[in-house]
C-alpha cells in the first residue's frame, strides 16, 4: 500500500539473516536512487489477537445437539474459550426453556457458572435467534460493537503517546536506528486494544478534516490502515491526508 501511495519499490529487508538482525522491515527506493526505512506492525491487544485467531481456527461457529435455536455469542478476549464451548449447550438450553433470547443478566444458580459470570459482567453477549433453521449453531465473534464505543480520545493525541513511551516505540527506535534520512511507520490499527472513539474516527469517518496532528518526533511518515477499511491514512508535514483506496 505504501508502495503503491508513493509510487516507489519497496524491497523487504529483514530477511533474517544474521547481518540483518534488528533490521527494519523494508527499504523503500525512489525511482530517483533515494531510499527509505520502513517499519510495518499491528496496534492492538495480544490476548484479543489470541481470541480470535483461535475463533477463525473454528470458522466462527460451533454446533451443540439438542438446542432449539442458533445463537450468537460475543465473546471478550477474557472469555476461556475451551470452557466457553464446554459449559455452553447447558446454558443455551436452560435460555431456551425459559423462552430468553437475550439473557443479558442471570441470577444464581446460573450467575455462579463460568458462563453466567461472563454474562454478568459483559464480558459475553448472547443473542437467540427463536427459529428451527440452523437449530444448534452458535456463531461464536469477537466484541466488535462493543470495542467501537466512543471514548472522546482523539487520534493524534492517543497516537502521540504511542509512538513515545506506548506499543510503538520500539518501532520508532529501530527506526533511528537505520540511520536513513526518511523514516516510515506503518500501522495496521484493529479494533481490539485502542480506544474506540480512535478506530472509529480512521475507520469510519472518511469525511472527517479535522483529525488531530501527531507528535511524529524522529519519523518523516506515519501511515495508518484501519481493519475493514480499504483506506489509507497518512500523517506528514504536520497534516493528515486520506489515500483512498490505496
Request: aromatic letters at 10%.
Amino acid at each position: 500500500m505504501v508502495g503503491r501511495a508513493l509510487g516507489v519499490a519497496v524491497e523487504h529487508w529483514d530477511t533474517g539473516a544474521a547481518d540483518r538482525q534488528g533490521a527494519v522491515d523494508a527499504h523503500l527506493v525512489y525511482p530517483d536512487g533515494r531510499t527509505a526505512a520502513l517499519e510495518v506492525t499491528t496496534l492492538g491487544d495480544e490476548a484479543s489477537f489470541k481470541s480470535r485467531r483461535k475463533m477463525a481456527a473454528d470458522d466462527y461457529r460451533w454446533h451443540f445437539d439438542g438446542l432449539a435455536w442458533w445463537w450468537t455469542a460475543y465473546a471478550a478476549a477474557t472469555v476461556h474459550l475451551d470452557e466457553l464451548r464446554l459449559r455452553l449447550p447447558d446454558f443455551l438450553r436452560q435460555a431456551e426453556q425459559a423462552g430468553n433470547a437475550h439473557p443479558g443478566w442471570v441470577s444464581p444458580p446460573l450467575s455462579h457458572t463460568p458462563v453466567g459470570s461472563w454474562v454478568n459482567d459483559g464480558s459475553l453477549t448472547l443473542v437467540g435467534h427463536p427459529s428451527p433453521q440452523h437449530a444448534g449453531r452458535v456463531e461464536i465473534l469477537p466484541p466488535i460493537g462493543i470495542s467501537w464505543v466512543g471514548t472522546g480520545e482523539q487520534p493524534g493525541s492517543w497516537l502521540s503517546g504511542q509512538l513515545a513511551a506506548g506499543d510503538l516505540r520500539d518501532h520508532v527506535s529501530k527506526l533511528v536506528r537505520s540511520g536513513m534520512p526518511e523514516l516510515h511507520l506503518f500501522v495496521h490499527l484493529t479494533p481490539w486494544g485502542p480506544p474506540g472513539s480512535v478506530f472509529h474516527a480512521v475507520a469510519f469517518d472518511r469525511e472527517r478534516t479535522d483529525l488531530d496532528p501527531v507528535n511524529l518526533g524522529p519519523l518523516t511518515y506515519l501511515w495508518l490502515a484501519p481493519s475493514f477499511d480499504t483506506n489509507l491514512w497518512c500523517f506528514h508535514a504536520d497534516r493528515w491526508s486520506l489515500r483512498r483506496d490505496a
